[in-house]
T-cell receptor, first 113, second 113 residues
Framework: GENVEQHPSTLSVQEGDSAVIKCTYS??????FPWYKQELGKRPQLIID?????GEKKDQRIAVTLNKTAKHFSLHITETQPEDSAVYFC????????????FGKGTKLSVKP | EAQVTQNPRYLITVTGKKLTVTCSQN?????MSWYRQDPGLGLRQIYY???????DKGDVPEGYKVSRKEKRNFPLILESPSPNQTSLYFC????????????FGPGTRLTVL
């Protein structure tokens, strides 16, 4: 089955710097890759996602890139702010006929003012 | 207000005492899923349902049962809870599996003594 590896497990940056979190997946049939943010004590919330027919997607300060050949995808956060501090999870799945979403173990991002 | 609700939010029980955690959504979503979250392990899918009367195992289904008799409800049943099922449980739903955000419930913190 699918396996998703996420790195690093913790990341500390200064406010205004960029942060990059990387994930690799094992199932070449995976074609949907969402990223979820979970603030302390709260539920996960989708921040951005990408499908396999797209190489990059941006939403303001957040971007995701996908390299299908290498089977890895990354989350990029620019101009980080203290409110970006949270745990970020990547995930991967096959098409809609299989609803099995596999998450990475998470990255705890700390943005220091 | 569109939402996913879970009950109870907190539960302390003893080994072997059957329990049910309810999940309900008011968004007419086809897809519903249960996850458990443990420190260092991220989110792991227990069961998911693509529609009424359709359920499938996720990555960690052992010791759990689910049913989907109505579109809005997806209860998680622990027939004989054990201490290794102590965890934070999240229910989630989405309109269509692969193209839409999964909306998470607030979580249920379960302790099995």
């Amino acid at each position: 089955g699918e396996n998703v590896e996420q790195h690093p497990s913790t990341l500390s940056v200064q406010e205004g710097d960029s942060a990059v979190i990387k994930c690799t997946y094992s199932d070449s049939a995976s074609n949907y890759f969402p990223w979820y943010k979970q603030e302390l004590g709260k539920r996960p919330q989708l921040i951005i996602d990408i499908r396999s027919n797209v190489g990059e997607k941006k939403d303001q300060r957040i971007a995701v890139t996908l390299n299908k050949t290498a089977k890895h995808f990354s989350l990029h956060i620019t101009e980080t702010q203290p409110e970006d501090s949270a745990v970020y999870f990547c995930a991967a799945s096959r098409d809609w006929r299989q609803g099995n979403l596999i998450f990475g173990k998470g990255t705890k991002l700390s943005v220091k003012p | 207000e569109a939402q996913v609700t879970q009950n109870p939010r907190y539960l302390i029980t003893v080994t072997g005492k059957k329990l049910t955690v309810t999940c309900s959504q008011n968004m007419n979503h086809e897809y519903m899923s249960w996850y458990r979250q443990d420190p260092g392990l991220g989110l792991r899918q227990i069961y998911y349902s693509m529609n009424v009367e359709v359920t499938d195992k996720g990555d960690v289904p052992e010791g759990y049962k689910v049913s989907r008799k109505e579109k809005r409800n997806f209860p998680l049943i622990l027939e004989s809870p054990s201490p290794n099922q102590t965890s934070l449980y999240f229910c989630a739903s989405s309109l269509f599996w692969s193209d839409n955000e999964q909306f998470f419930g607030p979580g249920t913190r379960l302790t099995v003594l």
